[in-house]
């Protein structure tokens, strides 16, 4: 064993090192458009491989229950200066939780700590663009565990697109719900968070916004600033931040009397966590140095550009989007009643995300807010995180969205046939396997960070 623990994978492991090789040439060889994820900086990676993986280290920074700590609580103090920093916070009025393991976590981290179990919350319905951690149910079952240990009262979009922020006040208060959520995961508008603070004060209740979409937007000043109104904000790091998988709380330290500092410490751990992740607390931190960078505010500032570019595309091609476009960094595709070169057709939202992945374009299936299923939609999320990431511009994403429009004209072509059929003939179609070409030859030279080293470290 002790020569085993000091040998490379690619040397004792050859299994699971060629599954991590497959994905690797997968991910350079693909256009990746789903808006929640993103790559990776290097200084990211070298923080995940790092030998912060072998320390144990319960409690809070100079709280701990493990000795030799010492470091662990310097760069989890590190961290959480730069997450105060990167969104111009009061540290005198504001703290911050590094220690989530999730963007999910930490928001059921939340309602335990300031509304308990059977609290009543509001976020954005899942058909809405919402996500599952805000409540999600259908009318007969609750689905995620946070319409479980809490009572969900979800508001929705009007028929344009836009929040019916005045339905939504109205059932706040006669549900008499506790903590307010606005946040989404496929919504391509700004919330009102003065709006929103006004009907919490309604029942003295919190405000919350769930960023973790549009972090970064809201960090350079892209996107209204929910810190003016909210007593609590969370974010995750993996997407527009470009770091590890994990989730962020930031909260007031006082309200009303209520500590909530010390509720939000207390409901991470003991509540609902152990040990930290100090690698990825690491990765946190070196995300947030880079974020800090004018070179960030330029790259955040492109990622709008690119999506501007793509919607282009898609409104003059006939295909809805809604809203009739968007502010940030997704849109959402209407595939129904698509009037393209003098016809009309739709398209399910499932087969096309298959199709587009058999030819290495990685998008995502969406619920449009008058859909009835998650598992067979009607609409399409694309997001420019990623591709901005590689180093793509306008022309670069321009290029993408025409080839999604000659992806849909080709499928139109097929005419009413079932799911099965459809696969099959894309599979023996020659002209798939052509664009499926198309699609390397264009991010051929855009390089993933990073992408050579875990290879490196075999060596």
């Given amino acids: 064993m002790s020569k085993l623990v000091y040998k490379n994978m690619k040397d004792t492991d050859t299994e ?6 497959e994905e690797k040439q997968r991910q350079e060889e693909s256009i990746e458009l789903i808006a929640s994820e993103s790559y990776v900086s290097v200084p990211v990676l070298q923080a995940s491989i790092s030998l912060l993986h072998n320390k144990y280290s319960e409690g809070m920074v100079g709280e701990r229950y493990y000795g030799g700590t010492d470091v662990i609580d310097k760069i989890e103090g590190l961290c959480k200066e730069r997450a105060l920093s990167v969104f111009n916070l009061d540290e005198n009025v504001w703290d911050v939780n590094v ?3 999730s963007g999910a976590i930490a928001n059921f981290e939340i309602y335990n700590a300031l509304i308990g179990p059977g609290g009543r919350l509001m976020g954005l319905d899942l058909f809405s ?13 609750k ?8 009572e969900s009262h979800p508001y929705k979009l009007k028929s344009d697109g836009s929040i019916d922020y005045e339905q939504m006040q109205r059932d706040f208060v006669d549900h008499k719900v506790s903590i307010l959520i606005g946040g989404a995961s496929a919504y391509p508008r700004d919330f009102d968070y003065k709006r929103m603070r006004k009907i919490a004060d309604l029942n003295k209740a919190y405000l919350m916004a769930d960023i973790a979409h549009i972090s970064g937007l809201v960090a350079c000043g892209r996107m209204n600033n929910p810190f003016e109104y909210c007593d ?3 974010t995750t790091v993996q997407k527009m931040l470009k770091g590890p998988k994990a989730g962020i709380i930031f909260y007031r330290k006082m309200k009303n009397g209520v500590n909530i500092q010390n509720l939000i410490n207390r409901s991470v751990f003991p509540g609902c966590q152990g040990g930290p992740h100090n690698q990825t607390i690491a990765g946190i931190a070196a995300a947030l140095k880079i974020a800090k960078s004018e070179e960030y505010r330029e790259f955040i500032d492109q990622v709008l550009r690119n999506m501007q570019a793509m919607t282009k595309v898609f409104l003059e091609n006939g295909i809805k989007l809604l809203t009739n476009g968007t502010i940030n960094h997704l849109a959402l595709l209407d595939m129904r009643n698509i009037q393209m070169d003098g016809q009309v057709f739709s398209l399910d939202g499932s087969m096309f995300e298959w199709v587009c992945n058999f030819v290495n374009i ?8 008058d859909d009835s299923s998650c598992l067979h939609p009607n609409g399409i999320r694309v997001g420019t995180v990623s591709v901005t990431t590689r180093g793509m511009k306008e022309d670069g994403c321009e290029r993408i969205a025409r080839m999604l429009v000659e992806i849909m004209k080709k499928l139109a072509s097929y005419g009413l046939i079932s799911v099965e059929e459809t696969k099959e003939r894309v599979r023996k179609d020659e002209w798939f396997t052509e664009m499926r070409v198309r699609v390397k030859d264009t991010v051929r030279e855009y390089p993933i960070p990073g992408a050579d080293l875990f290879e490196r470290s075999n060596d």
């Fill in 362 to 369: 990685s998008l995502n299936k969406n619920s449009l807010p």
């Fill in 129 to 141: 663009g919402g996500h599952l951690s805000h409540g999600f149910k259908i009318e007969n079952r």
């Fill in 16 to 21: 699971l090192y060629n599954l991590i090789m």
């Fill in 232 to 234: 609590v904000v969370m």
């Fill in 99 to 101: 220690q989530p393991y």
């Fill in 143 to 150: 689905i995620s565990v946070t319409s479980k240990y809490f």
